[in-house]
């Protein structure tokens, strides 16, 4: 463009273009026009450059997202809420299941159940909370090695009444102080703990609830954030694709070893709930407090190894290494395997093909059976 203005410039520049010129003269005034304003001295890139709008600020980090999931049970929790969770640990509360402790209160608050057998076939939970509380849980009951190598995995404070204290295998002190388990035991601690229902006979007849626990663990520094392994989780699939590797499973019977019994579990798939409800010895099985039917989103049976200890009646479940699994869930079933790598490593579940399988969000219960054990379904 200089160079047009300088031979616009020159004495004669009419005559050289000719009057062919006349138009592109025209065209080149036009442009010049447009291009450089009247009055305007600036070079043509400066007033482009100036027209140019300014880089604008970096935009602000992204706000946390509204609610995070639970890394127990996978419920999602608005992060306010979450935030404050996490100055707690879990709590992992012993709850036995002999028929003169029926019913039991608070298994329906519980975020995770594991269920196994104590010794005699007759079985026992271990309830765990974090994101849930509990007003009432009955009956506590003691401590059995196997359970405590399930609470190291949730970093839980494990709550009981009492122990086997009977040296060898099954000595629960070491077990507790080889992993670092923060222990809230009744028969030391007393009302720490728990308190005794003057009604019932003992040992069926301790009571406790999670805001005396974690009060009692906060005086003993057992306080948060939990460490553990998450499990994968996902939203409900009621009606998802049909998949030759599952199968429908709308009742579900865990017999424990002993058909018929009073630890005979089945359960019942509720499709409007997207869950299943559960009965125990061929009744529906309730809380004490609510009357309400104890239901679970996901059912997770693990076949372990159970073996006689050779002291008294007391048995040891191999929880740790491999073998095979059922995972209930969304009306079907998954047929796969478990693995737990070290004492407090998190149990996992796979499929068939070798992948972790991934729950709904909600309470799990993990049916710990022996591996000779029927489960029909």
Do not use: C
């Amino acid at each position: 463009m200089g160079a047009i203005r300088q031979s616009l410039s020159r004495p004669g520049a009419r005559l050289i273009v000719g009057a062919a010129g006349v138009g592109v003269i025209a065209a080149a005034l036009i442009v010049g026009a447009i291009l450089v304003p009247s009055g305007s001295s600036s070079p043509v890139i400066e007033q482009l450059a100036s027209d140019s709008p300014s880089p604008s600020p970096s935009p602000p980090p992204p706000p946390p997202p509204p609610k995070v999931a639970s890394p127990i049970n996978g419920l999602m929790l608005d992060r306010a809420v979450y935030d404050s969770l996490q100055a707690k640990a879990p709590l992992a509360v012993m709850i036995e299941n002999h028929p003169d402790a029926r019913p039991q209160a608070g298994l329906n608050q519980a975020d995770l159940v594991y269920e196994a057998i104590a010794e005699g076939g007759i079985t026992r939970y271990m309830a765990v909370y974090w994101s849930t509380e509990a007003g009432r849980i009955q009956y506590v009951r003691s401590a059995r090695l196997y359970y405590v190598q399930w609470a190291a995995e949730l970093s839980a404070i494990y709550t009981h009444w009492g122990q086997v204290e009977d040296p060898g295998s099954v000595d629960v002190w070491p077990v507790l102080a080889r992993l670092g388990v923060r222990d809230l035991n009744g028969l030391i601690l007393g009302e720490e703990v728990g308190y005794r229902d003057d009604s019932r006979f003992a040992p069926h007849n301790v009571f406790t609830d999670t805001g005396l626990l974690w009060r009692s663990a906060q005086a003993h520094s057992f306080n948060g954030p939990p460490i553990l392994e998450p499990w994968k989780f996902k939203e409900d699939e009621p009606q998802r694709p049909a998949n030759p590797a599952e199968r429908a499973a709308p009742i579900v019977n865990v017999t424990f070893g002993s058909p018929g019994s009073d630890f005979d579990v089945t359960w019942y798939y509720a499709p409007a709930a997207n869950g299943y409800v559960r009965s125990l010895g061929g009744a529906p099985h309730t809380d004490a407090i609510t009357g309400e039917q104890l239901t679970a989103r996901n059912i997770a049976v693990q076949f372990a190894p159970l073996r006689p200890s050779g002291i008294k009646a007391y048995n040891i479940i191999d929880t740790v290494g491999t073998g095979p699994a059922v995972v209930f869930q969304d009306g079907v079933a998954k047929v796969g395997s478990w693995r737990k790598d070290s004492e407090s490593g998190r149990t996992r579940f796979f499929d068939s093909a070798g992948g972790e399988i991934t729950f709904d969000r909600g309470r799990t219960w993990i049916e710990v059976v022996p591996t000779d054990s029927a489960v029909n379904y």
